[in-house]
């Protein structure tokens, strides 16, 4: 038996165990995180390394599922080292909340904050607008936030 197949599979439980523990599941937690990523696509491009990460969970995803059902494949050179850092260190981002999608989280707080604080200072503005006029500022300001 290889010594990072066996490595990669017990991080890759862990991750596995940590994601179901997010999304309170029974199974598939990786496969959870990656349909989390899939439905908030969209916003892949605000994210550094969005697809990189993404990229690599599903190639892992494979790579574990190719070893749990191919009986041969724990005898096969099939991991590194770094395929078992980088599972490592992914468990790190998600435990310190700078995984992709917790950053994705924190950058749709940020924006929904200076959305709320614009426009309470809108309400307390001065100058009198109209109404119409407040409803378009606010669209305008919420395209150019995703550009």
């Known amino acids: 038996m290889n010594e990072y197949n066996i490595q990669f599979l017990k991080e890759y439980i862990r991750l596995d165990n940590l994601c179901k523990d997010i999304y309170n599941i029974e199974r598939n937690g990786v496969s959870a995180y990656l349909e989390d990523m899939d439905n908030n696509h969209s916003f ?14 599903k190639t892992y995803r494979h790579l ?3 070893m749990t059902h191919d009986p041969d494949a724990l005898d096969e050179e ?3 080292a770094e395929d078992v850092q980088w ?6 981002r998600i435990l310190q909340s700078n995984d992709p999608l917790a ?15 614009e426009t309470a200072q809108a ?7 109209s109404l119409l006029q407040f409803i378009s500022d606010a669209i305008a ?7």
Request: glycine content about 2%; hydrophobic content about 25%.
């Open 103 to 117: 950053r994705l989280r924190k950058h749709q707080e940020q924006i929904a904050q200076r959305k709320k604080q």
């Open 78 to 80: 099939e991991c590194t």
């Open 44 to 57: 892949a491009y605000i994210i550094s390394g969005w697809e990189d990460d993404y990229d690599q969970l």
């Open 64 to 66: 574990r599922n190719h």
């Open 141 to 147: 300001h919420f395209i150019n936030a995703f550009r």
């Open 87 to 92: 599972i490592e260190k992914f468990q790190t």
């Open 123 to 129: 309400m307390q503005s001065e100058e009198p607008r």
